[in-house]
């Protein structure tokens, strides 16, 4: 191939993957949203409303009053209803029962924005064979995780009106590693087919890839603090419970079910793992800067710091003023955010193109 040739067939590649990065910041941008979506769920207790799956043919409400009326007498038949919601009427049933079906509508719609144009791009034959695994991959991914979202919901209809943290978490981090594995892919898409290699410090770039994995450390450990609802207590900062650490941190055996079963010890987990992010943030930024990065690519650093500082104030609001709705759902949509420039980063100093 001529180096005409070369230059003729590079810029047909980076047009069409650009049209396929776009596509995927799309879906990235409807995960983001279905992540907001499900935190409100969460927040209004409307996730147990739907006691039944059906993702075929569940792409309807209830269209009259019969129909109403039976959905209604399904949940009827909840722990929530007989233990929560004894005195709901069908009215006050649909108040909770339209968020978590925009929810779940929501989550089918992204399989068909996912589904049609993948279809599309491979009989156009812009699917590099690089790029086909990492595109299939993602939709399975996504279909596993509807399967694990019911696999929660399903933990709240037995006994206990209200679901597994350990469901809720693993639901939320899965939701988290679709979408930052379709972020770091539609990168890699955005650079150019011959585009130079960053050679970037080797300490820099392992301590931003270890960030990003803190970063996802840390929310997940934020999901076990909504599954437990331990944002409702101890709600000074600081201080929990007047100390820098509290009593009754290693109150269950065995002893790690703390971890996860321990609201005080969630909650104080949690706090230190945030703490420890600014630390570590604050740090990475200050060597980022005297690093001898592209403008590109340091820029990922500044939106890294200044995200991080707005969540650790959103995380602390949250907690002072006892989860008001509209705060705490910013600060889920902030963790999110936070990992997305760390992901920036990390691939400014790594990623590669596909071709």
Request: charged share 10%; proline share 5%.
């Amino acid at each position: 191939m001529n180096a005409t040739s070369f230059n003729s067939f590079a810029r047909t590649m980076d047009s069409t993957n650009k049209i396929i990065a776009s596509w995927l910041f799309v879906l990235c941008g409807m995960v983001f949203i279905m992540v907001i979506l499900g935190g409100l769920t969460r927040l209004t207790h409307s996730g147990l409303s739907m006691v039944d799956w059906r993702p075929i043919t569940g792409w309807l409400p209830p269209m009259n009053p019969g129909e109403w009326q039976a959905v209604f007498e399904l949940y009827q038949e909840s722990p929530e209803f007989k233990k929560v919601n004894t005195d709901m009427t069908v009215e006050g049933f649909k108040s909770i029962f339209w968020l978590e079906f925009i929810h779940r509508l929501w989550g089918r719609s992204m399989g068909v924005v996912f589904f049609l144009p993948f279809v599309i791009f491979l009989l156009k034959g812009w699917v590099t064979r690089p790029l086909i695994p990492r595109l299939i991959l993602i939709f399975i991914l996504g279909g596993l995780q509807g399967v694990l979202g019911w696999y929660m919901v399903k933990s709240g209809l037995i006994d206990n009106p209200d679901v597994s943290q350990y469901r809720l978490t693993a639901h939320f981090s899965a939701a988290v590693v679709i979408y930052g594995y379709m972020f770091w892919v539609a990168l890699s898409l955005m650079k150019p087919f011959h585009g130079a290699v960053l050679h970037a410090p080797a300490g820099l770039i392992r301590v931003t890839v270890f960030s990003a994995v803190w970063i996802f450390i840390t929310m997940m450990s934020g999901g076990f603090v909504a599954g437990l609802d331990a944002g409702l207590t101890y709600n000074t900062f600081p201080l929990m419970d007047g100390k820098i650490v509290p009593s009754g941190l290693a109150n269950l055996s065995p002893w790690y079910l703390n971890m996860f079963e321990n609201i005080t010890t969630v909650q104080f987990d949690h706090r230190v793992l945030a703490e420890m992010t600014l630390v570590l943030i604050i740090g990475l930024w200050l060597v980022a800067r005297k690093s001898d990065l592209p403008w590109a690519a340091l820029q990922a650093f500044h939106a890294l710091m200044i995200m991080t500082l707005v969540q650790i104030a959103l995380g602390i609001t949250t907690l002072l003023y006892d989860v008001p709705m509209s705060v705490a759902a910013l600060h889920q949509a902030g963790a999110l955010l936070l990992f997305t420039f760390a992901l920036w980063a990390a691939h400014s100093l790594v990623g590669k193109s596909y071709h």
